[in-house]
């Protein structure tokens, strides 16, 4: 559907922040009205940029974690201590302020109920962003493409999206959604308690035989261990896509 | 090509190649000049600076694209790029 839209040059654009949602102690969901979206595919990034009096600008790029099902663009912005942009975004932004941005952006980086699977997603703190905008998108379908999700937060109090993630679970026998605490775990935590491994891939991912398509997303550590091991266990590459979390943009 | 830099994924090309180009960029097939891989610019390695974005090649290094923007200007060297493949929108 995405594709009967003629080419068109990215340009900047105002939304409209309509509602915050608070995510986690770091973390909170935007959801903003634009009035000339095209639409998105999940998987897909926004850049956003803030102009300050002196006009200077900051850039920084964001992944969208609302389906293309839902009205509104949502999202979920981590802060970052030493950020140019994120403080701003999490701190000072509020309901009815405007946003700058530019999207959607990237065609690789994306899943479609059509694409099929079984879905491989893993991710990394904020990584899940896009990751979730693809369960989304697969629960809005009533999919039963298999997927598996596999989350690596530091502690449990930093888990995004946590109780929609436990409700898509619950409510749908071919998703599995494992998390991994890295840091600090409950004290009744069962789960994983480390950083993703080879072991925990080959205990967690569907065997390379069932052809997966993997997303990962996440910090450059996790993204590039985590693609690194998973090319080891025998899946191919060209099925392995990456996404990096680190500085982007600058000024353009 | 060493991996001391921090780069990003040919998807964080997507921004400024949307600015520029009217196709869908992170899907091009592109042929390295240099070691002739083919691949999507999205598996490719983008390194963003605020002079401008170089987008390598994965199997080599090599640069594919240099994009340098100014006050309302772009250079674009696409020298380490032999061919490109775009899907036309229909």
Redesign the interface.
Same mark, same amino acid.
């Given at each position: 559907m995405e594709r009967t839209a003629l080419p068109r040059r990215l340009e900047w654009q105002l939304g409209q922040v309509v509602a915050i949602v608070d995510e986690t102690p770091r973390t909170r969901s935007l959801l903003l009205d634009v009035p000339n979206w095209p639409g998105h595919t999940a998987g897909q990034h926004v850049d956003v940029r803030l102009t300050a009096e002196d006009g200077y600008q900051a850039q920084r790029s964001y992944s969208i974690a609302s389906p293309p099902e839902e009205r509104n663009v949502v999202l979920t912005v981590e802060r970052l201590e030493d950020g140019e942009v994120s403080p701003y975004l999490t701190e000072v932004l509020q309901e009815g302020d405007q946003l700058e941005l530019r999207g959607p952006i990237g065609g690789y980086f994306t899943w479609r109920v059509a694409d099929g699977g079984p879905l491989l997603l893993i991710g990394g703190g904020s990584g899940i962003v896009p990751l979730m905008a693809m369960l989304r998108h697969r629960a809005a379908q009533h999919s039963a493409v298999p997927a598996r999700l596999l989350y690596s937060s530091r502690a449990f109090e930093e888990i995004i999206y946590r109780q929609e993630l436990a409700q898509l679970a619950a409510a749908d026998p071919t998703l599995m959604v494992t998390h991994t605490l890295t840091r600090q775990q409950p004290p009744d935590w069962t789960g994983y308690r480390r950083r993703i491994d080879r072991a925990m891939l080959a205990e967690v991912a569907w065997p390379p035989s069932e052809q997966p398509q993997a997303f990962v997303c996440g910090p450059t550590a996790l993204v590039e261990s985590v693609a690194s091991a998973l090319v080891d266990l025998g899946h191919e590459a060209l099925r392995v896509k990456t996404e990096r979390f680190g500085p982007s943009g600058g000024t353009a | 090509m060493t991996s001391d830099e921090?780069?990003?994924? /040919?998807?964080?090309a997507? /921004? $400024?190649l949307?600015? $520029?180009?009217?196709? &869908?960029m992170?899907?091009a097939e592109v042929n390295c000049a240099n070691c002739d891989a083919v691949g999507? $610019?999205? *598996?490719a390695l983008v390194y963003?600076? *605020?002079?401008?974005t170089i987008i390598r090649c994965p199997s080599c290094g090599e640069a594919l694209m240099r994009i340098t923007?100014g006050p309302q200007r772009f250079w674009i060297d696409f020298s380490g790029t032999r061919l490109m493949q775009l899907a036309a929108? &229909?």
């Open positions: - | 921090q780069h990003l994924d /040919g998807n964080a997507g /921004g $400024i949307g600015q $520029i180009f009217a196709f &869908e992170t899907t999507p $610019i999205g *598996a963003a600076m *605020a002079m401008g923007h929108t &229909e």
